[in-house]
Each structure stands twice: as C-alpha cells, then as structure tokens.
C-alpha cells in the first residue's frame, strides 16, 4: 500500500518517470496487476518521449489489462481516449466508448435509483 501511495504521489508532484520505474518495480512481483497496468499506460502517455517508452507501450499495458481483466473498466476508458486523443483512430475509440458505456450505465442507473432520481 506504501508503494501505491508513493506513485500517487510521484503522479501528482508531475516526476512521472519514478512513478514509472515503481509502477514497473511493483509489475516485476505482479506482471498481471490490472491497475498497475492502466497506471503504467497514463503515466507513458505524459512522459517525455525523448527520453521514455514510445506510446505505443501504454496502448499494450492497456491492452494487457484487459487480456488479465476482460471487464476493466479503467483499461477500456484510456484505450478510449488513446485511440481517440494519441492515434487518432476513431472507430477504435468508439469501440471502446461503446464498451465502456454498456458497462457503467448500469451502475449510473443504479445510482440514480440511491438519488431517488
């Protein structure tokens, strides 16, 4: 839990690429982490690509989350907006919109009924 907060805090003070070499510390003793997976993706899509992965690599550890947890919701909201903000490829994106609504409109619904809405 330690090393969680430590990335959060690693993300928030912008020294994404620690944050990186943690997340891929942490991935070393748990290749199949779903979250660390979608956390590894963010955080390569604000490195400098100079100096870190290409972005290609986000697109896998997205892509990996959802191999490990088909029903991810994180994995397929940044495959999303990778697809539609980094490749620019607009019938992925929307694949992964689609997929992503179909999943949480359910709860929104569920939540709407708590509201009394």
């Known amino acids: 839990m330690d090393d969680l907060r430590e990335i959060h805090k690693l993300f928030a003070a912008r020294q994404f690429e620690e944050a ?9 003793q ?8 979608v956390s590894r993706g963010v955080v ?19 892509l990996r989350a ?15 907006h990778y697809y539609d903000a980094v490749v620019d490829d607009s019938e992925k ?8 609504l179909n999943r949480v409109e359910p709860v929104i619904q569920e939540m709407r009924v708590i509201l009394g809405e």
């Open 20 to 28: 990186l070499a943690k997340i891929d510390g942490l991935l070393a």
């Open 93 to 100: 994106a929307k694949h992964f919109a689609r997929s992503y």
């Open 66 to 80: 959802l191999e490990v947890a088909p029903d991810h919701v994180s994995a397929i909201e940044e495959l999303a």
């Open 44 to 62: 390569i899509q604000l490195l400098d690509h100079r100096k870190g992965p290409a972005l290609s690599e986000a697109e896998r550890s997205f």
């Open 30 to 37: 748990c290749p199949d982490c779903p979250s660390l997976l």
